[in-house]
């Protein structure tokens, strides 16, 4: 019999990474912990019934996932990821990859027609860390808040913006505001923002998962398990 083969690797971070990373898990070991993914992890990579950080210390509550990039392209992984996911019991999202050169309405048409989201799953997510090459930052930020209200309209909650943190301070502070934000931040810092309102925060790209034979984005929601409801659907 032929069987798939499965190299487990031995993952590991530099001293000032790992040592980073313990320390913003331990500030926040009390908020609610996920991960997110796209087809840059192999489906083989992913034991889905037993992920945890930390020495088995915190368990992995949600994972976000690629959905869809622009106007029609979408993820290879993402159905099966989805249906693992629910499988699973994890609370899942979906994200599209924003091109900010290319139609909203089609990039909103794409994502809408690609995710069936269901009550309790993560609100839509937008991920936008590109400028346009061919737009003016007016025009820019008119087409963002096209997608933003188509997709609000067809679920009735605001999306949730995901972006780096100097991306959002350069590029989107003062335009979007009222939607919850999931900000990249992968300094030496104890929080994403001194200064906003984040909901989210990726905090390492370098995240080593019991569970996941490559390394992941860890994020934390601030808050407890509960209030993390409320960035979910009803």
Request: proline residues 3%.
């Amino acid at each position: 019999m032929h069987f798939h083969k499965h190299t487990e690797q031995n993952l590991k971070n530099s001293k000032t990474e790992a040592a980073r990373i313990e320390k913003i898990i331990t500030e926040y070991n009390d908020k609610t912990f996920g991960f997110d993914i796209s087809h840059y992890q192999k489906k083989e990579d992913i034991k889905w019934d037993s992920l945890t950080i930390a020495n088995d210390g915190i368990n992995l509550e949600f994972v976000v996932m690629r959905a869809t990039m622009g106007k029609k392209k979408k993820d290879k992984h993402f159905d099966e990821f989805w249906e693992k996911a629910k499988e699973n019991k994890l609370i899942r999202g979906a994200y599209h990859f924003y091109r900010a050169d290319e139609d909203p309405v089609m990039q909103a048409n794409n994502y809408l027609e690609s995710v069936k989201l269901e009550t309790g799953d993560l609100r839509p997510v937008l991920d936008i860390e590109r400028v346009p090459r061919r737009k003016s930052h007016e025009k820019f930020i008119e087409d963002l808040k096209v997608w933003l209200k188509i997709v609000e309209e067809k679920y009735g909650k605001k999306p949730i913006i995901y972006t780096y943190y100097h991306y959002y301070k350069d590029y989107l502070k003062g335009e979007i505001d009222d939607y919850p934000l999931w900000l990249a931040n992968y300094n030496d810092v104890m929080m994403p923002s001194p200064e906003d309102d984040w909901k989210m925060w990726q905090f390492t790209e370098n995240g080593i998962v019991k569970g996941i034979n490559t390394k992941v984005d860890l994020n934390i929601y601030n808050g407890n398990l509960w209030s993390f409801k409320s960035l979910t659907l009803d």
